[in-house]
């Protein structure tokens, strides 16, 4: 067996930290950021602590990448041919989207949540995070503007906020939640006047 090269070294390096993310997502999840430790972390994921530093300098990076990447995941479905416009199906595939991911990855939520809720530990993203949804409004607004709404700033904090509610009430609660009704109805509510 020949040695690897550099691409099948940085793919295994993505993979991991990938993985060490996952695990770092549910101890943050289940014990909250202050008390999740990067040796709690590394001994969950099955590596040292020595060698989590190795993918990530600090705890504080890793949940700024845990949370940016579940973050563009969501936004994947956002305007998925990236052309700046989004058309009402686009908006209805988001919502969908959003719907599944939020009842697929309930760890991200969580944690999402509660960093959104922390200053301390927002504070550490803040600025990444400002970066990666600044675009997404942008698109957002040009939507809602191009479609007549009254108060296109308005309508984007109600959607938003609509969103994170319902994503809120949905991880409080995931078994009696009425999350396909909810979605059927947020549906309705936003298709184009």
Do not use: C
Not at 65 to 93: V, W
């Amino acid at each position: 067996m020949s040695p690897r090269n550099d691409s099948q070294n940085e793919k295994i390096r993505q993979e991991r930290k990938l993985q060490i993310m996952n695990v770092a997502l549910e101890v943050i999840a289940e014990k909250g950021f202050s008390n999740a430790s990067i040796a709690t972390i590394a001994k969950t994921a099955g590596i040292s602590k020595g060698l989590m530093y190795n993918y990530f300098a600090s705890k504080e990076e890793l949940i700024s990448s845990i949370m940016l990447h579940g973050f563009n995941q969501l936004t994947t479905d956002f305007d998925p041919d990236k052309n700046g416009q989004l058309n009402e199906s686009e908006l209805h595939l988001f919502i969908d989207s959003s719907f599944n991911q939020l009842e697929s990855n309930i760890p991200f939520w969580r944690m999402y949540f509660m960093v959104l809720l922390q200053p301390e530990v927002f504070n550490i993203i803040g600025e990444e995070f400002e970066k990666t949804v600044e675009p997404f409004m942008a698109t957002a607004m040009t939507y809602f503007t191009n479609n007549g709404y009254e108060d296109p700033v308005a309508e984007v904090r109600f959607f938003a906020a609509m969103m994170d509610g319902v994503g809120l009430h949905f991880i409080l609660d995931p078994e009696n939640f009425p999350l396909e009704a909810v979605k059927k109805k947020i549906h309705r509510i936003f298709i184009n006047k």
